[in-house]
């Protein structure tokens, strides 16, 4: 029986595919509608170069042919792709559940456009609705980190590797920390505060930079939700 959400992660890549035009280079996020997109992507006969955002989307891009490139200061990415975990109506995202949303964040800010390719149910008419914002930390001290976002997110939990207890390694080697979002602080206003907390490296708000999401359908279409004007 066909993965409905298949279907629409499917859907959503090959609306994607379409964006990345002979001669580009990319940036590719992570998730499994980004890794279909990078199926389709090795499908063609044009060579593509990419960022990756991921060890995972390193090695199924470089498998497929798609040429790893670096951010070196002098490579300009001319479109980004990546997830989202939830989708607000403003097009502000929470990411992260993947655990890469320093390196997406990086990849993203490299980009001259950010379109977001996910499937119709991570759409919210709230971030944090029903996923947690992951706020990644050093490992150093973490729970006195902790104790410093406490104020702002009083509901924090270490996130772990597996059944084993031990706690998740993000591909730079740091801790991410699961919290509750109540709605009772604007996110950008959210955004603005964790970023000044010390031991905090990154968070997975992302506000302000899609210009737009494509959300594959059960069905197999897609919905295309656009920025307002900023």
């Not at 992951?134 to 590797?161: G, I, K, N, S, Y």
């Amino acid at each position: 029986m066909t993965d409905p959400s298949d279907v629409a992660r499917g859907a959503a890549a090959a609306a994607a595919a379409e964006l990345v035009e002979p001669g580009m280079t990319i940036g590719l996020g992570s998730g499994r509608a980004v890794w279909k997109l990078v199926a389709l992507l090795g499908e063609r006969s044009d060579p593509i170069r990419a960022a990756t955002a991921s060890n995972r989307t390193a090695e199924l891009a470089g498998a497929v042919g798609i040429q790893i490139v670096e951010l070196d200061g002098e490579v300009a990415l001319d479109l980004a792709l990546d997830g989202a975990d939830e989708v607000a109506p403003d097009l502000g995202l929470i990411k992260g559940g993947g655990g890469a949303l320093l390196r997406e964040k990086i990849v993203i800010a490299a980009a001259r456009r950010f379109v977001v390719v996910a499937e119709t149910p991570k759409k919210v008419e709230r971030l944090g609705e029903g996923f947690r914002l992951p706020v990644e930390v050093v490992r150093f001290a973490w729970r006195d980190t902790r104790r410093r976002l406490a104020p702002l997110l009083p509901d924090a939990e270490l996130r772990t590797a597996g059944d084993g207890g031990d706690p998740y390694l993000t591909d730079e080697g740091h801790f991410i920390l699961d919290c509750a979002l109540d709605g009772s602080t604007a996110p950008a206003e959210l955004a603005k505060r964790l970023n000044a907390v010390p031991g905090v490296v990154e968070h997975g708000l992302f506000l302000g930079m899609a210009e737009r999401a494509l959300l594959g359908t059960p069905e197999g279409e897609v919905e295309v939700l656009t920025a307002p004007p900023r």
